[in-house]
Every structure is written in structure tokens, then in C-alpha cells.
């Protein structure tokens, strides 16, 4: 015997049922994470950016059916921000002037179209800002070879007052950006930290460090120490600095590096006698890879 089709209305009643489902899970959500503000007191940072980029790859490992995966990887980045903003307002300081937008809209991709956004006027302005706590983040451009004048050079140090690169955006899509496709980063008043472990994190992390020579020297040779002491450069980017002082360069690296790895220690060593100032400006997880229709995913890109 043939089941009879169900009605129309059927179907929208059984969507009003899930959608309310949804909606309960998700006020459950908000109140579990009151529980761990509690839990975790005052001083706690409130963003996370590594436990967020692990919590999407997790959700892209188990993604099923045809609901492209680009549109749940957009639902949590808004449901993170969001609930980001019970802990605390933060506001984030974005290098968007007129003729580079698509950074504006990265930056609201993946903050939330809810949290607090200012254009400043350059990328050292954005780093000011996170510096002073104005902002408690900034998003700069990604480092290129060819800027004359890198934000970079002015994160040189590793105390609790100096930014850090946190993320690399976009994460996971561009989606309906306009402008330039240049990626940017996210930096701010917290650690770098690992979202992955051992040989995975060749693959699942990167870092930044600046590198100060106190006289010229190929980027081979550093290339060279670097690889040695177990430090592989990804990409170099070099700014000449001040008359008669030597390079600095900025190296990514894969994998995680953290402030005083002892890789950096033996990476001066090697360079001795040669002056060398290194410090640790961060890391980012490795964005993830879409497909074309957004539907099929590769959980990150290798190397």
C-alpha cells in the first residue's frame, strides 16, 4: 500500500518543529557559555581564535548532505561572534580606506555583522589601536614584499602590551567580498597559540617572526639556519631599515612557534657573532580550502 505524500503544511509544520529545536539549542548554548565566563573569572581573554578555527574544522570533518558547508562554516563564525560579545564588548579597528573595502568585509565576515567595526586610516593605525585598547582587535594587510613602509616593523616585542597576529582572514571563504582578493590579519592583546599538535601542526598552523640582523645577510644563509635548527620558511618578506643598520625581515614559518622556543635560540646561536634579535609575532590556522560550489572541502591547505 502507498503511504499518501505528506501535505505542504505537513512539511512546514515539521520545519516550525526543527527551527524551534534549533532556537532552544541555541539559547542552551548562550547560557553554557555564561557558565564558562563564570568559571573563568576576570583577566581571561574572551577571544579565542584557535579554539574557534578548531571548532569549525570539526564541524567540516562531520558535514553531511547538500546544504553547502560554506553556509554552516558562516552560521558559526556569526554564532561565535555573537556569543564572543556576552563576554565583553570588544570592537574591532579595520585598515579599510576607500579603494580596499574587501578588507572591511572580511573583517565583518568573520567578526560578526553585530561587533563593533571602525575604519582607521592605516595599518599602523590599527596597530595603535589594539596597542592602546581602543580596539580589542585590528586587522591589517596580509605582508607583502612589496609595501615600502611595513606595519609589521613596529611589532617588536613579546610583552603582554604588544600585539600579536591571531588569525589570517578570510578563514574559510571570500564569499560576496568586493575589492582586491589580498588576504588580511587579525591581531590582538593575546597569545598565539596551537590548534594542532606534533607533525599535524606542519600543516594545521603558522607563524611569524620578525627577524633583526645587525648587518647584511642573504636571505639564503638565514634561509639555510632557519631550516636547520628546524624552523621552515614558508615566505620571507624584508624591510632595509634606518641607514647603515641591517635588515629585518619577517619569515613565516610552518608550524607553531611560541615566544622563546628554543629553536629561535638555536637559530642565533648559529648566526653568532652576527648581532640577531628575534621575537615571536604571532600565528594564525591555516584557512581552510572550499570547493568551487562550496560544497566540497579539504579540512586545510597543505604546504
Given amino acids: 500500500m502507498t503511504m499518501p505524500l505528506p501535505s505542504l503544511e ?19 548554548r548562550a547560557e553554557v557559555v555564561k557558565e564558562v565566563v563564570a568559571l573563568k573569572g576576570a583577566g581571561y581573554p574572551m577571544l579565542r ?12 570533518a562531520r558535514h553531511q548532505g547538500d546544504l553547502p558547508v560554506a553556509v554552516i562554516l558562516r552560521m558559526w563564525r556569526e554564532l561565535i561572534s555573537g556569543l564572543t560579545q556576552l563576554q565583553g564588548r570588544f570592537g574591532v579597528a579595520v585598515y579599510a580606506p576607500e579603494e580596499r573595502r574587501g578588507f572591511w568585509d572580511v573583517a565583518r565576515d568573520h567578526f560578526g555583522s553585530q561587533t563593533p567595526m571602525t575604519v582607521v586610516n592605516s595599518p599602523v593605525a590599527a596597530v ?6 581602543t580596539a580589542g582587535v585590528g586587522v591589517v594587510p596580509f605582508p607583502a614584499e612589496d609595501d615600502t613602509d611595513p ?30 582578493d589580498r588576504d588580511a590579519l ?23 617572526i620578525r627577524i633583526e640582523l645587525g648587518e647584511d645577510v642573504s636571505r639564503g644563509r638565514l634561509k639555510d639556519v ?14 632595509l631599515g ?3 643598520a641591517g635588515p629585518v625581515h619577517l619569515v613565516e614559518i610552518a608550524g607553531f612557534v611560541g615566544t622563546g622556543d628554543r629553536r629561535l635560540i638555536a637559530c642565533a646561536d648559529r648566526m653568532a657573532p652576527l648581532p640577531i634579535r628575534t621575537n615571536t609575532m604571532g600565528g594564525y590556522a591555516v584557512p581552510l580550502a572550499l570547493g568551487p560550489d562550496g560544497r566540497k572541502a579539504v579540512r586545510y591547505e597543505t604546504p
Fill in 10 to 28: 505537513d512539511l512546514r509544520s515539521r520545519i516550525d518543529r526543527i527551527d524551534d529545536a534549533l532556537h532552544d539549542l541555541l539559547m542552551a
Fill in 49 to 60: 581564535p584557535a579554539r574557534e578555527a578548531v571548532i569549525l574544522r570539526r564541524l567540516l
Fill in 128 to 133: 595603535r589601536a589594539v596597542a592602546e585598547g
Fill in 151 to 180: 606595519w609589521w616593523r613596529f611589532i617588536n616585542g613579546d610583552d603582554d602590551r604588544t600585539p600579536h597576529v591571531v588569525a589570517r582572514l578570510p578563514y574559510f571563504s571570500r564569499g560576496n567580498g568586493r575589492g582586491e
Fill in 186 to 208: 587579525a591581531i590582538a592583546l593575546i597569545a598565539h597559540e596551537p590548534t594542532a599538535f606534533g607533525t599535524e601542526s606542519y600543516y594545521a598552523d603558522r607563524s611569524l
Fill in 226 to 239: 632557519l631550516e636547520t635548527v628546524g624552523l621552515p620558511p614558508i615566505s620571507f618578506c624584508s624591510w
Fill in 242 to 244: 634606518r641607514a647603515g
